[in-house]
């Protein structure tokens, strides 16, 4: 048993991990996230002790599974809930770029997932409850059609064909906060709890919940919601809301959630560009029967771990992907559904290589792209790539990318004189300019970049050369503030042709992103 006095830093799994769910099964505890528009969908985390997390796979690593062609930039998964019931995982969530709720479902939790079943169920953020008497209850979001009234609904479904079992009906409408959503029902002690979100994902979210003798209401509001928030406050996290409960071995409980550390700029407020994040805090039982997050539903960077385990990860991630296994390592993503002539690790053995198409990052579609979430504020990246643009507009890089709208890249490209130039270039809504252009006369170049809070400082070299700086740019324009959306800022790699296909491969023998606090 761990000492009181030990403590955990928030968050748990930084960078873009949003709307967490967790469940236990014996010792182990796991962890799915929305992905919005990226592919593979809802990466799943194992954990013994819920502080060290460790990527073991996706729900959704198929096009049948997760079709996102077209799908507009934060749309895509929304709010995935796990739960482990009679030897199965099951997952379900929301495509929004169809409006339809689906679930999956798998014996271990690395996959392979099922097929989706897909039920009638016109709502957002689903999650599913398994009761004592063996009943199943989906819950969800409502009001998104006619004149249904906003609030969260419930009914009892059959979980083998999807069919409901009864009819739909509303809960509960929260306490008067915009956007009650992200429901999940528990029983505890008899008593059925409905816990939701409301508030907004923004700086007002906050967790509210309700309690019943019936999983259909009438549900008692909590007198004391919210039971967390950091609306209003001088924290460092805020934004925190849509949170899961799960229960130790030792009769604990936890909760996770999500929050965002915003960096304030001078002279124009607060701005997060890494996207909102996997928090955790304890939860106690007041007097009267109500869990209660945090300190009086606060939370900090630093928390005790009480009777955590704090069980570390003897394998982390390494530093340096070198692109000699077979298949990406988990924490690479494609944008949308990839094109399998985009990509290859086989075309040139221990080498990445992304075949640019007509497709570029200012697009709404699948560009030749890989990439990994920032999720550090302070952090270096670079790789080694080999290129050789014969045709003007060839093109291919670095990008720093928050959405198709808002992005940084520098690149190598040949330009209308027909020479190979490294190129620095920001585009910040409408505004696209290249800031920085100088020619180069060799095809092999290390492109890198180093992140502070406030700023990402571009570099180039040859490989066995020197640095030599090539601007920056501020992470503020791509911030959720500025850039909007639902998302965090990733590295990728990527190649493109720039309204025609390219005709010679970017190849890249290695991709480094090193924390440097």
């Not at 739960?83 to 999956?104: D, E, S």
């Not at 899961?244 to 407020?269: H, N």
Request: charged letters at 20%; aromatic letters at 12%.
């Amino acid at each position: 048993m761990a000492d009181s006095t030990i403590q955990y830093s928030n968050p748990v799994i930084p960078g873009f991990h949003p709307d967490p769910s967790v469940c236990r099964v014996g010792a182990d505890f796991y962890l799915v996230t929305s992905t919005f528009e990226y592919f593979p969908g809802v990466p799943i985390f194992h954990s013994r002790d819920l502080v060290h997390w460790k990527q073991i796979g996706h729900c959704l690593t198929r096009q049948s599974q997760l079709d996102l062609e077209g799908c507009r930039s934060s749309m895509g998964i929304y709010a995935p809930t796990i739960r482990f019931h009679n030897g199965r995982f099951y997952m379900i969530t929301t495509n929004v770029k169809m409006f339809r709720n689906f679930y999956v479902w798998a014996e271990k939790p690395e996959g392979p997932w099922s097929e989706p079943i897909w039920p009638e169920w016109p709502s957002v953020d689903p999650s599913l409850f398994f009761d004592e008497d063996g009943r199943v209850y989906i819950t969800g979001t409502g009001g998104f059609f006619g004149d249904e009234p906003k609030g969260i609904y419930q009914a009892e479904i059959d979980l083998e064909s999807g069919k409901l079992l009864s009819e739909r009906r509303l809960i509960w409408q929260g306490t008067g906060g915009k956007s009650a959503e992200g429901p999940h029902l528990y029983r505890v002690n008899g008593k059925y709890f409905l816990m939701i979100a409301e508030g907004g994902t923004e700086y007002g979210h906050m967790v509210t919940i309700a309690r019943s003798n019936s999983p259909y209401g009438p549900f008692e509001s909590n007198p004391d919601n919210p039971i967390l928030t950091h609306r209003s406050s001088g924290s460092s996290i805020q934004a925190t809301g849509h949170a899961d409960l799960v229960q130790l071995e030792d009769g604990s409980w936890w909760a996770v959630f999500l929050g965002i550390r915003p960096v304030s700029v001078p002279f124009s407020g607060r701005h997060h560009h890494l996207g909102r994040e996997t928090f955790l805090a304890p939860v106690t039982w007041s007097a009267d029967g109500w869990p209660v997050i945090g300190q009086g539903g606060r939370i900090a960077e630093k928390m005790d771990a009480g009777t955590l385990p704090l069980v570390v990860d003897e394998t982390p991630t390494p530093d340096v992907d070198d692109f000699n296994s077979n298949r990406l390592q988990l924490e690479w993503n494609f944008l949308r559904n990839p094109q399998d002539a985009d990509w290859s690790l086989e075309e040139r053995p221990g080498w990445l290589t992304l075949r640019g198409s007509a497709v570029t990052l200012n697009d709404i579609g699948s560009p030749a792209f890989i990439g990994r979430r920032q999720q550090h504020f302070r952090c270096s990246v670079s790789t080694l790539m080999s290129f050789e643009p014969v045709e003007e507009g060839e093109e291919a890089g670095l990008t720093v990318y928050m959405n198709e709208r808002f992005h940084y890249e520098i690149a190598l490209t040949c330009g209308a004189n027909g020479r190979r130039q490294v190129i620095l270039r920001r585009r910040i809504g409408s505004l696209w300019k290249v800031e920085m252009e100088e020619e180069f006369e060799g095809s092999d170049i290390i492109l890198g970049l180093e992140a502070d809070p406030a700023k990402y400082s571009f570099y180039y070299s040859s490989p066995n050369g020197e640095r030599k700086p090539f601007g920056s740019g501020e992470c503020a324009l791509l911030s959720t503030e500025v850039a909007g959306g639902f998302t965090g800022v990733y590295f990728g790699l990527y190649a493109t042709g720039n309204g025609k296909s390219c005709t010679v491969p970017a190849a890249f023998d290695w991709f480094q992103y090193t924390p440097t606090m």
